[in-house]
């Protein structure tokens, strides 16, 4: 699987941004897609995911505020941030797995998100 993630930007606090990731593969629909980040000087954390049956999870820190979705047709997973807060400035990276792994397997190259107060 490989995983290209876009949509990164500047933006003001207050703004949104929607994220995608495009998926290789056939088998797209079976993964766990996710969306993790990374700020400097911090460890990565994780954001959001959803599963093949559009169960998601997300962060504490983002809950009500991004939403993450995948659309099977186009192969892509978005995550859709408003409200964004200078906190949420990082390198955001979208991964995959399948159910059967504990780890995320596949990794896209990240976006840079930045958010100016």
């Known amino acids: 699987v490989q995983l290209q993630a876009s949509g990164g930007g500047l933006v003001q606090a207050g703004g949104s941004l929607r994220l995608s990731c495009a998926a290789s593969g056939r088998t797209f629909s079976t993964y766990v897609m996710g969306w993790f980040r990374q700020a400097p000087g911090k460890e990565r954390e994780f954001v959001a995911d959803?599963?093949?049956?559009?169960?998601?999870t997300y962060a504490d820190s983002v809950k009500g505020r991004f939403t993450i979705s995948r659309d099977g047709a186009k192969n892509t997973v978005f995550l859709q941030m408003n409200s964004l807060e200078p906190e949420d400035t990082a390198l955001y990276y979208c991964?995959?797995?399948?159910?059967?792994?504990?780890?995320?397997?596949?990794w896209g190259q990240g976006t840079q998100v930045t958010v100016s107060s």
């Open positions: 991964a995959a797995r399948t159910v059967f792994d504990v780890n995320y397997k596949y």
């Open positions: 959803i599963s093949g049956i559009a169960a998601s």
